[in-house]
């Protein structure tokens, strides 16, 4: 199986940066996609970002110039690095895994920004 932990998120002020973590129960290195969504009480789980093996980013157009993910295989590690952060920011952020055609998600960690 295939397990995620989620890790980084807390309360900032508007302007304000967090860092999540995302640590993956096996090795990313073969893994293709990998990525974060976020989900706000009421609302539809979004694609905020993702990377693929070959580095290649993709980033929803909110988080444009204020996100970046990046992988440590190593590590076995997604990241989140989060600066500019904006009220509407303030959801639940799930990292999300793709292997063989299956999606595999965390618990999520909380991210809530103040005005």
């Known amino acids: 199986q295939v397990q995620l932990v989620e890790s980084g998120g807390g309360l900032v002020q508007a302007g304000g940066s967090l860092r999540l973590s995302c640590t993956v129960s096996?090795?990313?290195?073969?893994?293709?996609?990998l990525g974060w969504y976020r989900q706000a009480p009421g609302k539809q789980r979004e694609l905020v970002a993702r990377?693929?093996?070959?580095?290649?980013?993709y980033y929803t157009d909110s988080a444009k110039g204020r996100f970046t993910i990046s992988r440590d295989n190593a590590k076995n590690t997604v990241y989140l690095q989060m600066n500019s952060l904006k009220p509407e920011d303030t959801a639940v952020y799930y990292c999300?895994?793709?292997?063989?055609?299956?999606?595999?998600w965390g618990q999520g960690t909380q991210v809530t920004v103040s005005s």
């Open positions: 999300n895994v793709v292997v063989a055609g299956l999606g595999y």
């Open positions: 096996r090795s990313i290195f073969s893994i293709n996609i």
């Open positions: 990377i693929t093996s070959g580095i290649d980013t």
